[in-house]
């Protein structure tokens, strides 16, 4: 009797393991493949026997998933467009007069993303009108296993040459836009699966900045400016000469400050993802630049008793100070009355209103004259 019962075991679970598989068909597909499933026991006398006769059998609709076609009364097949990553089931399902419901076959499918390894092509997403890019992409498979008959297809180029090496493939761009390039092959259900895709935006170099470079001067420093605003995706750079160099970027309302009054050219560059593009220029010389002021040329003084002084300086801009640097005077002549031993600053000005760059000291020295006395005695100052 207890062999009885564990045959019986052993037939029931038996009989459990078959049905589940029943439905066969491909468990491992890629995301928005299309995929083929058949039943050999799916008829409404395979569903089980729950005490109420069956009214029909179906197949049960899958969330994630579209049912392409499909043999609703005998279940001999379903065609199914695997929408979303995950897993799911494929049940073939029985419904009673009584309007009890359950599933008698069922298959597990697991869905990969078809990019396991994220974008995988690799080669330059800016590029431009008309150019050849040349692109790789290392792991273009489907997920489990590499495909065979795969190749790429360029939404907005031209593919140069062979186009089934996974390994590498050479597009010419050929109109403007937001483009793709897709590695992917005709295996699903008859239609273009795409297992690996690059977006590559195609563009054209940036136009040169739409107003000219002006600038202003002063005795330390010119400020350059323009007055635009670069389009949207542009960007423009203050240069020096006419490279690369990003350290001085554009904004409107700024001004780019010069201090060394360097002699020559400057410019005003765009750039945006598609590379360098055209450019306007200024150029300022040395000649140009409001220079400093030369220093004055003021002699010293020496005077023999206190009293009013003529002081005289190189120019008729210069001004005058006092040690303690108090404003006293401007021109090129100064007439201070001195009682003591004095020093003055003279500082130069340009025609601009520009300092010389240090001041020039003037000293009066008072010194009295030393008479020698005619009848021999000591000597007497005048």
Request: charge should be neutral; charged fraction near 15%; include cysteine.
């Amino acid at each position: 009797m207890k062999f009885f019962k564990v045959l019986l075991f052993t037939v029931f679970f038996t009989q459990n393991i078959i049905s589940e598989a029943q439905i066969t068909g491909e468990q491992t597909v890629l995301q928005n493949q299309t995929r083929e499933y058949s039943c050999l026991n799916c008829k409404s006398s395979d569903a089980p026997n729950v005490g109420s006769p069956i009214k029909r059998t179906y197949w049960a609709d899958i969330s994630g998933a579209q049912i392409l076609g499909k043999d609703e009364s005998n279940g001999t097949y379903i065609s199914i467009k695997w929408n979303t990553i995950g897993t799911f089931y494929i049940k073939r399902m029985f419904e009673t007069y009584s309007g009890i419901t359950g599933s008698f076959r069922t298959l597990t499918v697991y869905v990969g993303d078809p990019y396991p390894d994220g974008n995988s092509i690799q080669g330059p997403h800016y590029v431009l009108l008309n150019s050849t890019e040349s692109y790789t992409c290392p792991t273009c498979y489907d997920g489990w296993s590499p495909i065979q008959d795969g190749y790429w297809t360029a939404v907005g180029g031209t593919i140069q040459g062979a186009n089934n090496n996974k390994n590498a493939v050479s597009v010419k761009w050929t109109s403007l836009g937001t483009k793709t390039l897709k590695w992917g092959t005709d295996e699903c259900g008859g239609s273009y699966c795409a297992f690996n895709t690059k977006t590559v935006y195609v563009g054209q170099l940036p136009s040169a900045p739409s107003s000219p470079i002006k600038y202003n001067l002063s005795c330390n420093k010119a400020d350059l400016y323009s007055t635009n605003t670069p389009p949207s995706g542009t960007t423009w750079y203050w240069q020096r000469s006419l490279g690369t160099d990003e350290s001085n970027p554009y904004s409107p309302g700024v001004n780019w400050v010069i201090t060394d009054r360097g002699s020559g050219a400057f410019y005003l560059r765009a750039k945006s993802n598609f590379g360098w593009g055209g450019h306007v220029s200024l150029s300022i010389y040395h000649s140009t630049w409001w220079h400093p002021a030369d220093m004055p040329v003021a002699p010293d003084v020496d005077i023999c008793e206190r009293g009013t002084v003529v002081l005289t300086s190189s120019s008729r801009s210069d001004r005058w100070y006092s040690s303690s640097g108090t404003y006293l005077h401007t021109g090129d002549t100064y007439s201070p009355t001195i009682n003591s031993n004095t020093t003055f600053f003279v500082e130069g000005v340009s025609e601009h209103g520009c300092f010389s760059t240090s001041k020039t000291q003037v000293d009066v020295t008072i010194k009295p004259v030393i008479l020698k006395s005619l009848t021999g005695g000591g000597a007497v100052s005048a």
